[in-house]
Every structure is written in structure tokens, then in C-alpha cells.
């Protein structure tokens, strides 16, 4: 079982559409998540990060996370055309190590 | 806003060369990374390095070495390119947790 696991789509929305991006985590010790949003032939570019449970909120942008059910979601509210990139979750233990797991990507198209 | 840099977006080398791939960050971060990234298979770190000079093994380094001479500087060497190196390779830098990325250099080696 890998230690993060997404779906590799691709997720075609219309746009406009509410966005749910879900990754699943098998080492409770992960403390820190995050999501990257990747265009195509680009770098990840950081989009949010948490700590432990909850959620936080950044513009359109929600990250959610359920340490109880080892599950971290994004939500895209009012989805552009520009939204479509590659979003990948990462995680990382709480300390001693900067070594993060990532998950493989979810590929996204918002249609216009 | 924190910049990494990569010394090439793409390269095009002949198996058995020597390969550099430099990576400058801007931000005074003491963690630097390299990744490879293949379909299917995500981000694989290569090395990491938490201090100049220091350098840890991640969890594919064989057939690639690093430096990092100064702070803000981490390079990646292949020491003898060989066909299945072709890949996306990616530098990060961090300061604690939030990892930064550069553009990526594509690799292929024919």
C-alpha cells in the first residue's frame, strides 16, 4: 500500500463548478499536508498547507483535513479554465525529517 | 515571493556523459531537494541536503550524486547518464515544511 494514495483522474468539471480533490494517508504520524498545483511542463507551485486537522481557506481555495479518517481534501469553489493543472497532496511527519510523501497527481479539466 | 532557479528547462545529453543539473534558491532556506518525476510514478527524492555541505540519501540515489557547496546553491550530477535518467527533474527548497519548487529541467538521454 503506498503511503499516499490519489486518484490520477483526469476530473473534467464544467466551469464554475464546485471542485473536490480527495488523497488518502496511511501513517498517522503525518503531521503537515499540502497541495501543489503543477501546469503541464512546469513546477509544483505550493497552493495551501495545513497542520494537523481542520480546515483553512485561501480565496476560492479550501483545504480540509480528517486526521481520524486519514483523508485530506481540496475544494475549488467557482472553478476557471485556468484552474486546469495537475493538483498533487503532500505530506510530512510532525519533525525530525523534511522528508515529505507526495501523492501522484490528479489531473483536472475545467471546461468552459 | 521565494525563487528557485534552474540552470536549464531542457537538455539533450549522450549516454555515458556527465551530467550537471543546478539549482540556486533566494530565500536563505537551509533545506535544499532534488526530485525526478515520472508519469504514474510521481515525485521521487533523489537527495536532500539540510546544511552546506551535508546531504542525505533519499529514496532513489543511485546513479546520482550532489553538491552543495554554499547555502544557496545544489547541484545534481549524474555521473554517467544512462537512458532510464531520462525524466523531469525538480530542485525545492524549504526553510521548515513548505516546500518551494524550481521549473524542472527535462532530461533526455539518448
Known amino acids: 500500500q503506498k503511503e499516499v494514495e490519489q486518484d490520477p483522474g483526469p476530473l473534467s468539471v464544467p466551469e464554475g463548478a464546485i471542485v473536490s480533490l480527495n488523497c488518502t494517508y496511511s501513517?498517522?504520524?503525518?503531521?503537515?499536508f499540502m497541495w501543489y498545483r503543477q501546469y503541464s511542463r512546469k513546477g509544483p507551485e505550493l497552493l495551501m498547507y495545513?497542520?494537523?486537522?481542520g480546515n483553512k481557506e485561501d480565496g476560492r481555495f479550501t483545504a480540509q483535513v480528517d486526521k481520524s479518517s486519514k483523508y485530506i481534501s481540496l475544494f475549488i469553489r467557482d472553478s476557471q479554465p485556468s484552474d486546469s493543472a495537475t493538483y498533487l497532496c503532500?505530506?510530512?511527519?510532525?519533525?525530525?525529517?523534511?522528508?515529505?510523501?507526495f501523492g501522484t497527481g490528479t489531473r483536472l479539466k475545467v471546461l468552459a | 515571493d521565494v525563487k528557485v532557479t534552474q540552470s536549464s528547462r531542457y537538455l539533450v545529453k549522450r549516454t555515458g556523459e556527465k551530467v550537471f543539473l543546478e539549482c540556486v534558491q533566494d530565500?536563505?532556506?537551509?533545506?535544499m531537494f532534488w526530485y525526478r518525476q515520472d508519469p504514474g510514478l510521481g515525485l521521487r527524492l533523489i537527495y536532500f541536503?539540510?546544511?552546506?555541505?551535508?546531504?542525505e540519501k533519499g529514496d532513489i540515489p543511485e546513479g546520482y550524486s550532489v553538491s552543495r557547496e554554499k547555502k544557496e546553491r545544489f547541484s545534481l550530477i549524474l555521473e554517467s547518464a544512462s537512458t532510464n535518467q531520462t525524466s523531469m527533474y525538480l530542485c525545492?527548497?524549504?526553510?521548515?515544511?513548505?516546500?518551494?519548487f524550481g521549473p524542472g529541467t527535462r532530461l533526455t538521454v539518448t
Open positions: 541536503s539540510y546544511d552546506v555541505k551535508m546531504k
Open positions: 501513517n498517522s504520524a503525518f503531521q503537515y
Open positions: 525545492a527548497s524549504s526553510e521548515i515544511y513548505e516546500q518551494y
Open positions: 530565500m536563505d532556506h537551509e533545506n
Open positions: 495545513t497542520y494537523s486537522s
Open positions: 503532500a505530506t510530512a511527519p510532525g519533525s525530525g525529517t523534511y522528508k515529505y510523501i
